[in-house]
């Protein structure tokens, strides 16, 4: 009574395992970030915080994330309460491939309880800088210290955490 | 033997189908690595400055007017600062009170003719200020005596 479902099962089972390392071929091919015509490339990410959402890719070429490719670091000092200064930000891409920075944002921390974030604010880049492989660019936005920034803003530090988006063709 | 064909053949077909599907799925994957996106983050600071030490006034009396004048204040990094509060003290009983007609307010000059001021020794100081920052207090001047 038994030898009939166990033919069965062993009739059906080429087909599961041919049908199962087809699709996991597929979900390994359509998941690894890939240069045209390149391998695989692999990224890692530094920075406090987590990466942004990717950007929206051209029409008929759907997005791969390459999450982490880019470091961005800059500072700025001599705020005081009304003065706007240039903040250069030196945006590094650490992948293989060139890649057009398209957003670049930043968040920043209370400097204290009594200074709070809202004393200082950033202006994005919205524009389009260039980095090649491996190298780095410099991107400058601005840095405002309002003009009702209190006394306990005097000698205050911010922290900023930036966050960008790039795309690569 | 036409049903044992039929029972042989269904993997076969499966098979097929999925190996027709890997250079559909190559394919894809191409397109998809035509363009990729990426993103990062980092860190930075910004840091303030801070509003330094009034200079030591000076200043001479003229009837009931006293001349007060003070070095001019900057900030940590070396910016002017926008003003200076002026106030006097009663050398005799300590009391403080802020600098009346001729220095009153923000005194955007580094000196200011006081008019009116009682008789007895004053001793001014001056409190540079920028915008809504102030600055600590300047030492005191030495003893003006107004007749």
């Known amino acids: ?32 970030p890939t240069g045209a015509g390149a391998g695989p490339l692999a990224f890692t ?34 705020l005081y309460p009304g003065v706007t200064l240039p903040l250069p930000l030196t945006v590094t891409n650490r992948s293989a491939k060139q890649v057009t920075v398209t957003s670049l944002t930043t968040s920043v921390a209370n400097a204290s309880k009594q200074c709070k974030r809202a004393n200082l ?5 919205t524009g389009a800088a260039v980095v090649a492989a491996g190298g780095s660019a410099l991107v400058t936005v601005q840095a405002t210290m309002a003009l009702q920034a209190g006394d306990a803003c005097q000698g205050a530090v911010f922290v900023l955490t930036y966050h960008g988006k790039a795309l690569a063709r | 033997m036409t049903a044992g064909r039929a029972g042989r053949s269904r993997p076969t077909a499966l098979l097929v189908v999925c190996v027709a599907l890997v250079p559909a799925v190559l394919a894809s994957s191409a397109v998809a690595g035509a363009a990729w996106s990426t993103s990062g983050s980092g860190g930075g600071s910004g840091a303030a400055e801070v509003v330094q030490t009034g200079a030591q006034p000076s200043g001479r009396a003229s009837a009931t007017e006293v001349i007060v004048s003070w070095a001019p204040a900057t900030l940590s990094g070396g910016q002017a600062v926008t003003g200076y509060l002026v106030s006097r003290t ?25 008019t009116s001021v009682p008789a007895g020794d004053w001793i001014y100081t001056d409190r540079p200020v920028l915008q ?16």
């Open chain 2, 132 to 147: 809504s920052w102030n600055g600590p207090v300047s030492p005191g001047s030495l003893p003006i005596t107004v007749p």
């Open chain 1, 45 to 78: 990410g530094i920075g406090r915080s987590t990466a942004a959402p990717v950007a929206t890719a051209p029409v008929g070429a759907p997005a791969v994330r390459a999450a982490g490719a880019l470091a961005v670091t800059g500072s700025v000092a001599g």
């Open chain 1, 121 to 125: 604010t950033v202006s994005p880049f």
């Open chain 1, 1 to 32: 009574m038994s030898t009939v479902p166990t033919l069965r099962r062993i009739a059906v089972g080429p087909t599961v395992a041919v049908a199962a390392a087809a699709a996991v071929l597929a979900a390994a091919v359509l998941a690894a």
């Open chain 2, 90 to 114: 009663d050398a005799a009983t300590g009391a403080t009170s802020a600098a009346g007609a001729g220095c009153a307010g923000v005194v955007t000059t580094n000196h200011c003719i006081e």
